[in-house]
């Protein structure tokens, strides 16, 4: 387990009224209602799925759930929030009523799409793959619904981003971003902000595996580390395989994530994952 000695990294959360402290790494489980994400399992096709699943994985353990409904995978195409929400409203009726006290984050880089979810069904997080280059109204948004924001990092956009993932120096570039970021953030008095380096998005595979092998250079920003590599391509591309048969090299990175210093794993299989989190805090307390 990385201590760290040096930052003093942020180890909580302000969910409304609701102080959570991360004491040890907490799961996320993901819901795609969308027709074209890159793993067939995690998409939902209508409201009743949609409800089981986000009940299945709650029971499996999961501290967050988060929804979206855009495809990040690249060539995706951008999506208006109108288009966005077309998708989502049929959904948000019934996920507010059937789970009014879970913590639900929506995966968006539309404003209008997260103002919608936190204002009128409740939802406690924003997580925007774009820090708000897609949409320059993200920010002003963030401000002023002030609940926990993902800031991630990515070269590009998901048209192009694997086609401009060129670095001189990959976690220099990256703490320069994020860093910029942050502190803009917090000058407008955001303060819970997550993390994310954005596994994947305008990122070759040796830049992914580098960046895993040091999560521990990112406490230099000093706030919580999301990771997201479930079922990505530098597993199944690496092993040849496909994103169904990805479940053990997820959990296998997952772990290493964990070891290195990540705070919150952003997965398709909760009830796996769970697992080895208890493992890896027995592991860490022996």
């Not at 997580?127 to 990515?154: C, G, Q, R």
Request: with cysteine; glycine share 4%.
């Amino acid at each position: 387990m990385v201590k760290d000695t040096i930052f003093n990294k942020k180890k909580s959360l302000r969910f409304r009224d609701c102080i959570f402290y991360l004491e040890s790494p907490i799961v996320m489980g993901i819901i795609n209602i969308t027709p074209d994400s890159f793993y067939n399992g995690s998409r939902v096709n209508n409201i009743d799925q949609c409800i089981k699943t986000i009940a299945q994985m709650i029971d499996d353990g999961a501290t967050i759930i988060d929804i979206g409904a855009a495809s990040s995978r690249p060539n995706a195409d951008i999506l208006s929030a109108s288009e966005e929400l077309k998708r989502l409203l049929p959904y948000l009726d019934a996920i507010y009523k059937t789970f009014p006290n879970t913590w639900f984050s929506i995966d968006t880089y539309n404003a209008k799409t997260a103002i919608t979810c936190v204002e009128k069904y409740g939802f406690y997080m924003i997580n925007d793959i774009s820090a708000w280059s897609i949409d320059k109204e993200m920010f002003a948004t963030v401000i002023k619904l002030n609940v926990p924001y993902v800031l991630m990092h990515m070269k590009g956009n998901p048209q192009n981003m694997q086609q401009v993932a060129y670095y001189d120096d990959i976690l220099a570039e990256m703490i320069q971003f994020l860093g910029t970021k942050k502190h803009e953030l917090n000058a407008n008095g955001v303060n819970d902000i997550i993390i994310d380096p954005g596994f994947g998005f305008g990122k070759k595979i040796e830049h992914n595996f580098k960046i895993l092998k040091n999560i521990h250079v990112f406490n230099a920003l000093e706030c919580p580390v999301m990771i997201g590599i479930s079922r990505k391509s530098m597993i199944y591309r690496t092993l040849n395989i496909t994103p169904e048969q990805s479940l053990e090299g997820s959990i296998l990175l997952q772990s290493l994530a964990i070891l290195n210093g990540a705070d919150i794993i952003r997965t398709h299989d909760v009830r796996e994952t769970v697992q080895s989190l208890k493992l890896i805090d027995l592991y860490n307390k022996a």
